[in-house]
């Protein structure tokens, strides 16, 4: 027989459900109105069949559909509708309500409005991919293997700017989630770039850009600026400001892998010859040792004292006994009876807590 639900039991998902709202609260007057829903935004989809050789950009921008540019008033409207139903969801949880027939009701409501601001996420998302491909266009040097991960860490950004842009502010959504997703992508390729992931391929304006660079007396103090660098390269000062941030990067770029067999020129030795520590404990002992001493903080407490004043800072009995006020001769038994437990924790490759 199936359980029902109480009434605290719905009211507790309702209030998880609008605690777990991504979007900041934004309170107006016209919010808190029963019918000051606004109508709902939804565009025609076109939808294709992706072609065999279609590549990773073209697949993505015809991915669930495809659907026309929105104008302002339709991106403000998407936006009013989201923030009016989330607003409608917090209030329901702050509701006082009696029996959980009305509980239950109120959590069918919530979940409705939430279907109606992933259908209004998905209609700004769908309407903003290009935003994300002309983010993108920069790094298409890198090939189509790379591109796809390019493209979701784009996606990833829209996705967040939809949930965190404030439509009240007046700033066009355009511009900031052009930023949001520029800035995400500019990290995303640094990281990988400085991890050795993505071998950088510099064009010849950076490459001459990077020897002017490299070439600057130091006693000259500061750096070139960019109008300078314009003049000696022949470049404009916006192209300059748009490659010197590549050339910084090439710079941390982490050279080739070297193998430790690399012969050097007197091929007489290798690169593990000289990088080779002498002095440094082998694996297998390392290891082994390890396993010892964790046998050790097994023992009782007066015993471990014993192994490590013994074997660790080098105690002989009599110094053993003196710091314990034992005699040499109870040193030694206690000794021997932790070896001797040690030895069947060791063989048994058990370590047993309670020996």
Not at 86 to 91: D, G, S, V, W
Request: aromatic share 8%; proline share 6%; charged share 30%.
């Amino acid at each position: 027989m199936a359980l029902t639900k109480t009434g605290g039991q719905y009211r507790e998902e309702l209030k998880a459900l609008a605690a777990g709202l991504p979007f900041k609260v934004i309170t107006r007057p016209e919010f808190r109105r029963p019918a000051g829903c606004p109508p709902p935004v939804r565009q025609k989809r076109t939808y294709m069949s992706p072609d065999s050789n279609m590549q990773a950009v073209g697949r993505f921008l015809i991915e669930r559909g495809t659907v026309e540019l929105l104008t302002p008033e339709s991106t403000l409207a998407l936006f009013t509708e989201i923030h009016w139903c989330a607003t409608q969801i917090r209030l329901l949880s702050r509701r006082h309500m009696k029996s959980s027939a009305q509980w239950r009701e109120a959590g069918v409501a919530a979940r409705k409005l939430i279907s109606q601001i992933e259908a209004a996420e998905e209609e700004l998302f769908i309407a903003n991919r290009r935003l994300v491909v002309s983010c993108i266009k920069p790094y298409f040097w890198i090939g189509q293997v790379w591109l796809g991960d390019f493209l979701q860490e784009g996606s990833k950004a829209l996705s967040n700017a939809i949930r965190k842009f404030d439509f009240t502010r007046g700033t066009p959504f355009y511009v900031y989630a052009q930023k949001a997703v520029q800035n995400r992508l500019r990290n995303y390729f640094r990281d990988h770039v400085r991890s050795g992931s993505i071998g950088m391929r510099p064009s010849r304006e950076m490459l001459a850009l990077k020897e002017i660079l490299d070439a600057w007396p130091k006693d000259r103090g500061e750096p070139p600026d960019d109008a300078l660098l314009a003049n000696l390269t022949g470049m404009t000062e916006e192209r300059v400001a748009k490659i010197r941030p590549y050339v910084r990067q090439l710079e941390h770029q982490p050279g080739p892998p070297v193998s430790l067999d690399a012969m050097f020129a007197d091929n007489e030795s290798n690169l593990y010859d000289i990088v080779e520590d002498s002095e440094a404990e082998e694996a297998s002992h390392a290891a082994q040792r390890s396993e010892i001493w964790t046998a050790v903080e097994r023992l009782p407490a007066r015993s471990k004292l014993i192994m490590r004043l013994r074997f660790i800072e080098g105690r002989t009995l009599e110094e053993t006994g003196a710091m314990l006020n034992l005699t040499r001769a109870r040193i030694k038994q206690i000794q021997d009876d932790a070896l001797r437990k040690l030895r069947q924790m060791l063989r048994r490759g058990v370590v047993n807590p309670r020996m």
